[in-house]
C-alpha cells in the first residue's frame, strides 16, 4: 500500500500480487508438462490434465507458474513468468534449457538454475496459468506496475529460480 497526501492509501503492485495469488489458489489447476525431443536443438511441449487429456496449448500472453511436484503435492515454486503473447513460448524456452538444448546465443537463467541443481523434464513437473483477461484486473486506484508483476508474485511462491524478485 502507498499512502498519498490527497487520495488516503493507494493499493500497489505486491497487493495486487496478492489478490491474484489468492485468486489462482481458488480458480487454477495444476497441469502437467511434458516433452517430445525431435532433434538436438528441437522440442515439444505437451500439456494434459491429471487424466492424461491433452489440453490445448496457451499461445495467448498471460501469467505461469511452473512447479515441482513429489508425491503428487506441490513440492516447490521453481519459476513464475509473464509472456505479452505466447505462454507456450515461454514454456519451450524453460524446457529447451532444462534439456540443456539451448543454443549458444539463447539463454533462460531460471531453467538453467533448475538444471545443475537436479531438476529434469522427467520430474513431475506442472504448470498452472492464467491469460491477461482471466486474472483478476486491478483496481481503478493501483500503482500498478504490470512488467514486474511476475516478480511479486515469485515473492509470495518463494520461487526457487526467478532472478528478479521484487519484495514488498
Not at 524453460?94 to 540443456?100: G, Q, R, V
Request: hydrophobic letters at 35%; glycine letters at 6%.
Amino acid at each position: 500500500m502507498i499512502s498519498t497526501l490527497f487520495d488516503g492509501v493507494i493499493p500497489d503492485s505486491g497487493d495486487y500480487a496478492k489478490k491474484i495469488v489468492t485468486w489462482a489458489a481458488k480458480n487454477g489447476n495444476f497441469l502437467r508438462i511434458g516433452v517430445d525431443r525431435f532433434t538436438t536443438h528441437d522440442l515439444s511441449v505437451i500439456i494434459t490434465d491429471e487424466n492424461g487429456k491433452r489440453v490445448n496449448n496457451p499461445y495467448y500472453g498471460g501469467i505461469y507458474s511452473i512447479y515441482h511436484f513429489k508425491n503428487n503435492n506441490p513440492h516447490k515454486c521453481l519459476y513464475v513468468g509473464t509472456s505479452k503473447t505466447d505462454i507456450h513460448y515461454r514454456l519451450y524456452r524453460f524446457f529447451k534449457e532444462l534439456m540443456d538444448m539451448s543454443r549458444d546465443d539463447e539463454n533462460h537463467p531460471a531453467a538453467k538454475k533448475a538444471r545443475l541443481s537436479g531438476i529434469k523434464e522427467t520430474d513431475d513437473l506442472r504448470v498452472m496459468y492464467f491469460s491477461w483477461n482471466e486474472i483478476p484486473k486491478p483496481p481503478e486506484k493501483c500503482y500498478f506496475i504490470k512488467e514486474k508483476l511476475d516478480e511479486y508474485i515469485a515473492f509470495l511462491l518463494k520461487s526457487e529460480y526467478n532472478t528478479n524478485v521484487s519484495r514488498f
